[in-house]
């Protein structure tokens, strides 16, 4: 393939941008006086996100806050959000409400200081919301449109914040465009990528995990097995068990009252449907990986527990959990916590030679973007939607075949560069705006690119791609807005008093988003 390498880091060549080229005259000059507040209500656990430009020279800002974070990308979004009003945002105070019942706050999983500093030329931001009169000052409540542009934002956002002083946004997740301009996008970048890191005991766990993994063998693949009850329940497929799995998976959707009847076949068909353990297994046999590779697993509970996972340990016995690895002293202070559980899971995840997913969820996504700014490093997601007719016709077939097949169908699906035209696919999985191919000069040094892949041998077993490969599932050009025409909705601003948000329909977005 032709030698790709990320761009320059920001803090190595990008200058600090300031503020946005037509801010100045959209602003009136009263808005030096007032505050924005936006309380940004994200789901539960916590990884990276990026950082915004600074302030205009003369323009006060006004303050941003956010709530529950389950991946970065609502953290990042804020951000930019923040960067787009010229707002002051509050450290997001994480949501401790939801389905996770997690009491971890945003200090508990990154490190505060680090965000704060490192975005300090980009945005200014606060640990707590500023005081008036003795008291906090008290937000009010606005519901953006999913995917509002930068336009929208500064019709229907701005104006609330120039009346009310201070808002919180709820729901936030997908509550920003895929589609910005190249500074706005960069800034997203330093913000997943840099300014978000994880705590120092989250850390060094992570890191140990890593190490034992490397003491057991040179090499390893992670794996994102999201097989637990609760998402298969919500993705309404069914997987052979019967009556049994039908009455407890049935029992479970019903906390969604939002979600229609399922249609479990249908959802196979259309690549909807997480693949099981043994899918996994005969996934990457298929591509090439023998028996003898050591695997790192990241989930929860599995459905089915042992007789579940017991076909994926039988093709790959060296199998292996944070349980597995850690002592009962290391993992006790994390275990009440999902959120840090989990961002351990994104360390030795991030840190391993190959990541796959059974699912392409939100923490693959972020997995797989980082994965591709920080050297298009091995990430294998599957081609459910073709994946499928290959499981359901696998007794029709020779093994070589079927294995020929799957190589096949993966084209595209397995970190190389220029999988996806750049400026399609979803951002937070494929952040071109942050990467640039090498010069002619660079690309014809048969080295580099190259050279790193095969050393590792992990990336060998798999075959390469042609190129450029462009699929119809993440290369068709849509970006779907829900408001192209930046306009948006404002949904009427309501006192924010302190009571508990409503959750309808949170919890639905909580297993979306992850």
Same mark, same amino acid.
Not at 31 to 44: N, Q, R, T, W
Not at 212 to 236: P, V
Not at 238 to 257: P, T
């Given at each position: 393939p032709p030698p790709v390498s990320p761009c320059p880091r920001p803090e190595m060549g990008y200058p600090r941008r300031r503020a946005h080229p037509r801010r100045g005259a959209l602003l009136p #000059? *009263?808005?030096? @006086? =007032? /505050? =924005? !507040? /936006? #309380?940004?209500? @994200? /789901?539960? %656990?916590? +990884?990276?996100a990026p950082p915004l430009a600074d302030r205009h020279p003369g323009i006060s800002r006004r303050s941003l806050r956010h709530p529950p974070v389950r991946t970065p990308a609502p953290i990042v979004d804020a951000v930019v959000a923040a960067r787009i009003l010229n707002a002051t945002l509050v450290v997001p105070k994480l949501d401790q409400t939801s389905f996770w019942k997690d009491s971890s706050n945003f200090s508990e999983i990154f490190d505060i200081d680090w965000f704060i500093s490192f975005l300090a030329k980009d945005v200014k931001i606060i640990k707590e919301p500023p005081q008036k009169g003795g008291k906090a000052v008290r937000p009010y409540k606005m519901r953006i449109p999913r995917k509002c542009t930068p336009q929208c934002y500064l019709k229907r956002v701005l104006p609330a914040l120039l009346k009310k002083h201070a808002l919180r946004l709820t729901k936030y997740d997908y509550r920003l465009s895929n589609k910005l301009d190249t500074d706005l996008q960069k800034l997203r970048c330093r913000v997943n990528y840099h300014a978000l890191r994880f705590t120092d005991p989250i850390q060094e766990l992570g890191k140990r995990l890593i190490q034992?993994? $490397?003491?057991?063998?040179?090499?390893? +693949? #992670? @794996?994102? @097995?999201? !097989?637990?009850?609760?998402?298969? #329940?919500?993705? &309404?497929c069914?997987?052979?068990? &019967?009556?049994?799995? $039908?009455?407890? /998976? &049935?029992? %479970? $959707?019903?906390?969604?009252?939002t979600l229609h009847t399922s249609n479990p076949e249908k959802g196979r068909r259309q690549g909807r449907c997480p693949l099981t353990p043994e899918e996994v297994g005969l996934l990457l046999r298929a591509l090439g990986y023998g028996s003898d590779v050591h695997i790192y697993a990241a989930s929860g509970e599995i459905y089915g527990g042992e007789e579940t996972l017991a076909p994926l340990k039988a093709l790959f016995p060296n199998y292996h959990t944070k349980e597995s690895l850690s002592r009962k002293d290391e993992l006790t202070p994390f275990l009440a916590h999902s959120s840090r559980m989990a961002a351990i899971d994104f360390i030795v995840c991030d840190g391993s030679d190959a990541f796959v997913t059974n699912n392409n969820g939100n923490m693959a996504k972020i997995l797989a973007g980082r994965r591709r700014y920080f050297g298009h490093r091995r990430t294998i997601r599957p081609n459910a939607k073709q994946l499928y007719h290959l499981f359901t016709?696998? &007794?029709? *077939?020779?093994?070589d075949k079927f294995s020929s097949q799957v190589r096949k169908v993966q084209k595209g699906f397995i970190g190389d560069p220029m999988e996806v035209k750049p400026g399609r696919g979803e951002f937070h999985a494929y952040p071109a705006a942050c990467i640039c191919e090498k010069t002619d000069e660079n690309k014809s040094n048969p080295g580099s690119n190259q050279e790193i892949v095969n050393r590792t041998g992990i990336r060998k077993a798999i075959g390469e791609p042609a190129y450029p490969v462009y699929t119809d599932e993440e290369a068709d050009g849509s970006d779907t807005e829900d408001d192209p025409t930046g306009t948006g909705e404002e949904v009427e601003a309501e006192a924010d008093d302190g009571s508990s948000v409503r959750q309808e329909g949170s919890e639905l977005e909580e297993i979306l988003s992850d």
């Open positions: #000059a *009263m808005a030096a @006086l =007032l /505050l =924005l !507040f /936006l #309380a940004v209500s @994200l /789901l539960s %656990i916590a +990884i990276s034992r993994m $490397r003491e057991k063998s040179r090499y390893f +693949i #992670a @794996l994102h @097995l999201r !097989f637990e009850s609760d998402m298969l #329940a919500f993705s &309404g069914y997987y052979g068990g &019967g009556e049994k799995e $039908r009455r407890d /998976l &049935g029992a %479970i $959707r019903k906390r969604w009252k016709n696998r &007794g029709n *077939m020779s093994w």
